[in-house]
């Protein structure tokens, strides 16, 4: 094996590592857009149970608990996931996954055609 082959393996390696750092990132980012949906949807939760009991109504049972949080979450996911900085974190996560295993397959090609 030549030094150019060399420099361009270790040049390909390094795009690769490149490019999972960029998918750590990106997921990374998912992970907060997903806490600030919870974060939300509980304090959302927390004003309507209060909105309740100021009404001098009560929550009857797990069922009907499980209705507003589920409406809450739904409503506040739906608002943040259909927004466009979170479907471009979605679109960096598509798009660094297929870059990786594109990295991955062409790789693992040129290691067995060496074998």
Do not use: P
Request: with cysteine.
């Amino acid at each position: 094996m030549d030094t150019q082959q060399h420099t361009c393996e270790i040049n390909q390696l390094l795009k690769t590592f490149d490019g999972l750092i960029q998918l750590f990132q990106a997921s990374f980012d998912y992970q907060l857009v997903l806490a600030d949906i919870w974060i939300k949807a509980f304090s959302e939760l927390t004003r309507e149970l209060a909105s309740y009991e100021a009404k001098g109504e009560t929550i009857k049972d797990w069922q009907q608990f499980l209705e507003v949080w589920s409406n809450i979450f739904d409503r506040e996911f739906a608002q943040k996931f259909g927004s466009e900085d979170a479907q471009a974190i979605q679109r960096e996560i598509l798009e660094g996954r297929h870059e990786l295993l594109a990295r991955t397959t062409t790789a693992a090609r040129r290691s067995s055609q060496e074998a």
